[in-house]
């Protein structure tokens, strides 16, 4: 044998040896940063990791696609490897620990036409995009369930402008570059507060759940928090200019925990809310199933309005590695969404309550439609 076969051979029993004592004692932290330290990953092809599914080592190639492997670890003590094993383990992490804790890591999306949440604490912002006239099924019961309402400068226009003279809002707030003048005129008479912020880093939107928001925080002061506002109602979101259609999608991004992911966007077509990562999403809608109640035979004539059962999940502004979804008439299990690849578009809402779980977090829409809800 030659002396550089001998080498390398000794060589290749030494990395096995030391590979074996890692993955024999991997709860020994020196040894196992020595090993990771000191020896080229690219002699490394397999990490040992302990599993927390039986309690053995499991080894997980670096270059592998997802896996199924649990692990317990603390993500931040990882070892550094590869861009595939990082999104490998950062899977095998979040699908691990958002199932290990349901109860503690849920978060209900239930829907302001339900019957059960309209006494729910709301406020309610107008933007300046056109309202029917007279007002539609959906701007009405925002409207009449919303305990504070705010237009958001040009929306208290469309307001004016949908001769719903009764209707007046609590506040209107933005820059005020829009309002016209006869128009402050009219609610200032009534009593409505009209104030101007001129930060331009912001638009009438954040400043709207700014003024929401501080409300709130005054109301957690009081005595009597029952008034506090748990939920925020955008009316106007879509339909218009696509940046301010963006804007809005933006405002989700930024406000949604704020809110406790109690934010919801909506026009006479369309309803978007934003659905954390990680914890399990449990969503309620009025409508589901293959056929709208209002399309059924004997439906009742006493219509009510309310999202589903048409339904979507967008990965904005990022991809979205892995989704799992219950109740849907196309469920995701464990597939990638993004821009590019796959996005679920005209899916269908199938059980009354539908279960989501994602990596990232993802956008929601449901279609806006009539029927009769009774439960």
């Known amino acids: 044998m030659s002396v550089i076969a001998l080498f390398r051979e000794r060589k290749s029993c030494i990395l096995f040896g030391l590979h074996v004592l ?35 080592s499991r080894v ?53 036409f339900l019957e059960s949440n309209v006494s729910i604490a709301t406020a309610l912002v107008i933007l300046n995009s056109p309202i029917q006239s007279p007002p539609s099924l959906v701007f009405q019961h925002l409207w009449d369930s919303s305990s504070f309402r705010v237009a958001a400068d040009g929306g208290a ?5 949908s001769n719903s003279s009764l209707l007046l809002p609590d506040a209107i707030r933005g820059d005020l570059d829009s309002l016209r003048p006869n128009v402050r005129a009219h609610y200032e008479e009534r009593g409505v507060s009209v104030t ?87 969503i309620r809608l009025p409508f589901y199933g293959e056929t709208p ?36 008439k196309w469920d995701l299990d464990g597939c990638a969404l993004e821009f590019g690849g796959m996005v679920s578009t005209s899916n269908r809402a199938m059980r009354e309550v539908i279960t989501v779980q994602a990596s990232h977090p993802l956008v929601f829409t449901a279609e806006m439609t009539s029927g009769n809800v009774t439960r």
């Open 60 to 112: 997980l190639d670096a270059n592998t696609s997802f896996s199924r492997h649990y692990t317990n670890q603390d993500m931040t003590s990882a070892p550094k490897a590869t861009d595939a094993y990082k999104y490998q383990y950062q899977y095998q992490y979040h699908h691990h620990h958002a199932h290990q804790d349901k109860q503690s890591k849920t978060c209900r999306h239930d829907s302001p």
């Open 157 to 161: 226009n469309r307001l004016y402008d």
């Open 293 to 328: 109640l209002n399309e059924q035979e004997n439906a009742p004539s006493d219509l009510v309005v309310g999202e589903g059962p048409t339904c979507g999940l967008i990965p904005i502004g990022h991809r979205c590695e892995f989704v799992h979804t219950t109740g849907l």
């Open 196 to 282: 101007r912020d001129c930060d331009q880093n912001t638009n009438d939107l954040d400043k709207a759940l700014q003024l929401i928001y501080s409300k709130s925080t005054m109301e957690d002061d009081d005595d009597d928090a029952s008034n506090r506002i748990k939920r925020v109602c955008v009316f106007g979101a879509f339909g218009g200019r696509f940046d301010q259609e963006m804007g809005c999608i933006q405002a989700l991004f930024k406000w949604s925990e704020t809110f406790d992911y109690k934010l919801f966007l909506f026009d006479d077509n369309t309803c978007a809310f934003l659905l954390p990562h990680v914890v399990l999403n449990e």
């Open 22 to 56: 890692v993955a024999n004692h991997s709860n020994n932290s020196s040894l196992s940063s020595a090993f990771t330290t000191t020896t080229s990953s690219r002699a490394i092809q397999h990490i040992p990791i302990r599993s927390s599914v039986n309690s053995k």
